[in-house]
T-cell receptor
Framework: GDSVTQMEGPVTLSEEAFLTINCTYT??????LFWYVQYPGEGLQLLLK?????DKGSNKGFEATYRKETTSFHLEKGSVQVSDSAVYFC????????????FGKGTHLIIQP | GAVVSQHPSWVICKSGTSVKIECRSL??????MFWYRQFPKQSLMLMAT?????????EQGVEKDKFLINHASLTLSTLTVTSAHPEDSSFYIC?????????????FGQGTRLTVV
C-alpha cells in the first residue's frame, strides 16, 4: 500500500535559517503530493501541492519539487521565521480525489528568535 | 479557502457512553468527507470515507459498528463513537472536498480530542 516517510522531529532552527524537511513516498501509479501545515490550536491547512513529476509547488516562501526518480517531495524554505513554527505533514493521494490522503507522521518545527 | 468546522473541539466522556462528532462544510458542498484518527506522535490514519446518501466505506481494521458514520446532507457528516473505551481516546479529524471543482484539495476541520475515562 501507499506510504509516506518524513523526517522525525522536533526540528529546531534559528530565525532566518535554511529549512529542509525530507519526505519520501511509496505509491502505485502517479500520486498527487501535498504538504500540510498545522499551527497550534488549528486544523490542517494545505501549504502546497504538486500533481505530476517535476512540478514545483510553492507558497509563503516554501517550495517542494515532485521528484519521481527519487520518490521524494522535500520541503524547503530559504529563511524561516518564528511564525513558521508548526507541525508539517507530507501526504499523497493516489485516487484522483476519491480516496483519502496517506500522511507522514508529521515534523514539529520550532523556530527560535 | 473553504472552511470545514468540526464540533466539539474536545470532549471527555465516561467509558461505555457514546460520543458524536460533527463535521460541517460551511461554505461549500461536499459529496465526500473523510474521517481520520491520529495517535500521539503518529500520522493521521484514514478511518473511513463518508459519501452523502450512501453507506460509508471503512478502512481495514476499523470497526464499522464501533464508529458509526452518517452523511445525511452535502454539508454534514457525523462520526459516533459507540460504547467508548479508554483505547478510543485519540484525536479525530475530518476533511471534505468541494463538489464539482475537479480539484483534489481537501479542507480539514480543526479536530476533536476525545478522552474516555
Amino acid at each position: 500500500g501507499d506510504s509516506v516517510t518524513q523526517m522525525e522531529g522536533p526540528v529546531t532552527l534559528s530565525e532566518e535559517a535554511f529549512l529542509t524537511i525530507n519526505c519520501t513516498y511509496t505509491a502505485t501509479g502517479y500520486p498527487s503530493l501535498f504538504w500540510y501545515v498545522q499551527y497550534p490550536g488549528e486544523g490542517l491547512q494545505l501549504l502546497l501541492k504538486a500533481t505530476k513529476a517535476d512540478d514545483k509547488g510553492s507558497n509563503k516562501g516554501f517550495e517542494a519539487t515532485y521528484r519521481k526518480e527519487t520518490t521524494s517531495f522535500h520541503l524547503e524554505k530559504g529563511s524561516v521565521q518564528v511564525s513558521d513554527s508548526a507541525v508539517y505533514f507530507c501526504a499523497l493521494e493516489s485516487g484522483g480525489g476519491a480516496d483519502g490522503l496517506t500522511f507522514g507522521k508529521g515534523t514539529h518545527l520550532i523556530i527560535q528568535p | 479557502g473553504a472552511v470545514v468546522s468540526q464540533h466539539p473541539s474536545w470532549v471527555i466522556c465516561k467509558s461505555g457512553t457514546s460520543v458524536k462528532i460533527e463535521c460541517r462544510s460551511l461554505d461549500f458542498q461536499a459529496t465526500t468527507m473523510f474521517w481520520y484518527r491520529q495517535f500521539p506522535k503518529q500520522s493521521l490514519m484514514l478511518m473511513a470515507t463518508s459519501n452523502e446518501g450512501s453507506k460509508a466505506t471503512y478502512e481495514q481494521g476499523v470497526e464499522k459498528d464501533k464508529f458509526l458514520i452518517n452523511h445525511a446532507s452535502l454539508t454534514l457528516s457525523t462520526l459516533t463513537v459507540t460504547s467508548a473505551h479508554p483505547e478510543d481516546s485519540s484525536f479525530y479529524i475530518c476533511s471534505a472536498s468541494e463538489l464539482g471543482t475537479g480539484e483534489t484539495e481537501a479542507f480539514f476541520g480543526q479536530g476533536t480530542r476525545l478522552t474516555v475515562v
